[in-house]
């Protein structure tokens, strides 16, 4: 596609629940990251994919979070039991490789709010 | 750990004044900087980088910044601001694993006309 694309937009949903986001990264991109940008933490690094596996995972915050990535291109981010501290927007990137000169491109990101 | 600090949370600029966003980073090892912007309802998108070489590196838009490694800052210019650069900026380093960017908390640059 023409950039990395993020569904839902925005999700509410209630302390307690499974949600689950979705990343459809840029065709032919093999790295996917998965960022989290919240109110007073910034931007923080969750998991990254290179293809379908997972070398780095050290941002999870916690258990309830989790990520897999399958035929290396779409990317779904769960998170089990909601608190609301989950709350933030949830960014997608994607980059043609893993080399530190390789761009990663952002999507729109998804915005949970957790009630 | 590695950390990047900005300074300023929120700058207000008139049109046609200049411009400078502080960036200071921790990680003393060979290091890869950027900085990324976050126009009002888009995506962010990346401004500049610097990898090695010179250490003023221009972007788009007219910004540039200067890799300054005794200092270890990597300050963001633009001599004279438009409208249009009203956004959120953020400073990245990537980390010592080589992969993930760990950004500042970002700066607010809001531009009257």
């Known amino acids: 596609g023409a950039g990395v694309s993020q569904s839902p937009s925005n999700k509410v949903t209630e302390k307690g629940k499974d949600v689950e986001l979705r990343c459809d990264p840029i065709?032919?991109?093999?790295?996917l990251y998965w960022y989290r940008q919240s109110l007073g933490q910034g931007l923080e690094f969750l998991i990254y994919?290179?293809?379908?596996?997972?070398?780095?995972k050290s941002g999870l915050p916690s258990d309830r979070f989790s990520a897999e990535r399958t035929g290396g291109s779409v990317s779904t981010l769960t998170i089990q039991r909601t608190q609301q501290e989950d709350s933030a927007v949830y960014l997608c990137a994607s980059s043609f490789g893993t080399g530190r000169g390789d761009e990663q491109f952002f999507g729109p990101g998804t915005r949970l709010t957790v009630l | 750990a590695q950390s990047v600090s900005q300074h300023n949370h929120h700058v207000i600029l008139s049109e046609a004044a200049s411009l400078e966003l502080g960036c200071n980073y921790s990680y003393g090892g060979t290091v890869n900087l950027f900085w990324y912007v976050q126009y009002p309802g888009q995506h962010l998108q990346l401004l500049l980088k610097?990898?090695?070489?010179?250490?003023l590196v221009k972007g788009i838009k007219g910004f540039e910044a200067e890799f300054i490694k005794s200092k270890f800052s990597f300050n963001l210019r633009k001599p004279s601001v438009q409208w249009s650069d009203t956004a959120e900026y953020f400073c990245a380093v990537i980390g010592q694993a080589g992969t993930a960017l760990i950004f500042g908390k970002g700066t607010t640059l809001s531009v009257s006309s």
């Open positions: 065709s032919g991109h093999t790295a």
């Open positions: 610097y990898f090695s070489g010179d250490p």
């Open positions: 994919f290179q293809g379908n596996s997972a070398p780095d």
